[in-house]
């Protein structure tokens, strides 16, 4: 009983940590919003939390296909919300690496952005 509380509480902790990360990085990278923004022209800060939310998210990804027995469990993969999931953390990537490749300075794309959220 206590592990699983335990497990709960971390799973909890590391999912709300990720979103309040993924709501302050969008705000932060997409177009519309960057000039008011902590990581402009800082570009260690935008690396370090790029860093930190594809690490959130590569978690996650772990977790999921250790949920399915590393793909195993086939009814695990063909369930609606694990679909999601997988498709959410496929677009945070996305999101990520095209930020970063436009330079983060502004190059988060909206539309990515709002896709990945109404994912997550």
């Given at each position: 009983?206590?592990?699983?509380?335990?497990?709960?509480?971390?799973?909890?902790?590391?999912?709300?940590?990720?979103?309040?990360?993924?709501?302050?990085?969008?705000?932060?990278?997409?177009?519309?919003?960057?000039?008011?923004?902590?990581?402009?022209?800082?570009?260690?800060?935008?690396?370090l939390v790029s860093v930190i939310l594809l690490i959130l998210n590569t978690?996650?990804?772990?977790?999921?296909?250790?949920?399915?027995?590393?793909?195993?469990?086939?009814?695990?993969?063909?369930?609606?919300?694990?679909?999601?999931?997988?498709?959410?953390?496929?677009?945070?990537?996305?999101?990520?690496?095209?930020?970063?490749?436009?330079?983060?300075?502004?190059?988060?794309?909206?539309?990515?952005?709002?896709?990945?959220?109404?994912?997550l």
């Amino acid at each position: 009983y206590n592990q699983v509380c335990f497990y709960f509480l971390l799973d909890f902790v590391v999912y709300i940590s990720f979103y309040v990360v993924w709501i302050l990085y969008i705000n932060w990278t997409a177009t519309t919003t960057i000039s008011n923004s902590p990581l402009y022209r800082n570009r260690w800060a935008a690396v370090l939390v790029s860093v930190i939310l594809l690490i959130l998210n590569t978690i996650f990804v772990i977790k999921e296909l250790a949920e399915s027995n590393w793909g195993k469990n086939r009814r695990h993969l063909k369930a609606l919300w694990n679909i999601v999931d997988f498709i959410s953390s496929v677009l945070v990537y996305a999101y990520v690496l095209s930020a970063g490749a436009a330079g983060i300075d502004g190059g988060g794309s909206v539309p990515l952005g709002v896709a990945t959220t109404v994912f997550l």
